[in-house]
T-cell receptor
Framework: EAQVTQNPRYLITVTGKKLTVTCSQN?????MSWYRQDPGLGLRQIYY???????DKGDVPEGYKVSRKEKRNFPLILESPSPNQTSLYFC????????????FGEGSRLTVL | AQTVTQSQPEMSVQEAETVTLSCTYD???????LFWYKQPPSRQMILVIR??????QNATENRFSVNFQKAAKSFSLKISDSQLGDTAMYFC??????????FGKGTKLTVNP
């Protein structure tokens, strides 16, 4: 089954404790992206990757890191989480950036205390 | 920069009735793509419908159709014969070639029995 898998789905952590949200897709997609969703703000792009070893900042990259060492994986790293990073996070993939047809993961609800 | 505006934060409709969600966008481009995404309470977002700006014919997917008014920069989604499973957050999105997908802030639709 074609899918985008994120883990963990739910996480409560404390300020400053490094965490990684994993994202994996099995569709051989070149393009992958991370979004955060906050009430009243919609979806905002954090980082994206056009292909392996190619990543770039989105609209709200501060406080986040990513890597794309393999085509299927695109982890999101919070080196020192802060309460303002409490949010719902989505990973998405697409065959290419210019299709606009994103396949989304189920989301990861992160709470930073 | 392109902007996408969804002026209705929340809407409700009775089961079996028709509802229209509005979306406007701002661009000086002539070629672009427009999308409606659906995010059910289970949270995974899925693509509902896509429209290419160069096509005059409005896109249709079963009970979902769009009213694309290029001159007015309007892209509304019509849901016919609403079902309880249509209850979701709906996001309008805009894509210009070579750039990233831009989302509106969403409209929360509730279908009442």
């Amino acid at each position: 089954e074609a899918q985008v898998t994120q883990n963990p789905r739910y996480l409560i952590t404390v300020t400053g404790k490094k965490l990684t949200v994993t994202c994996s897709q099995n569709m051989n997609h070149e393009y992958m992206s991370w979004y955060r969703q906050d009430p009243g703000l919609g979806l905002r792009q954090i980082y994206y990757s056009m292909n392996v070893e190619v990543t770039d900042k989105g609209d709200v990259p501060e406080g986040y890191k990513v890597s794309r060492k393999e085509k299927r994986n695109f982890p999101l790293i919070l080196e020192s989480p802060s309460p303002n990073q409490t949010s719902l996070y989505f990973c998405a993939s697409s065959p290419r950036q210019d299709t606009g047809e994103l396949f989304f993961g189920e989301g990861s609800r992160l709470t930073v205390l | 920069a392109q902007t996408v505006t969804q002026s209705q934060p929340e809407m409700s409709v009775q089961e079996a009735e028709t509802v229209t969600l509005s979306c406007t966008y701002d661009t000086s481009e002539n070629n672009y793509y427009l999308f409606w995404y659906k995010q059910p309470p289970s949270r995974q977002m899925i693509l509902v419908i896509r429209q290419e700006a160069y096509k005059q014919q409005n896109a249709t997917e079963n009970r979902f159709s769009v009213n694309f008014q290029k001159a007015a920069k309007s892209f509304s989604l019509k849901i016919s014969d609403s079902q309880l499973g249509d209850t979701a957050m709906y996001f309008c999105a805009f894509l210009k070639n070579g750039e990233k997908l831009v989302f509106g802030k969403g409209t929360k639709l509730t279908v009442n029995p």
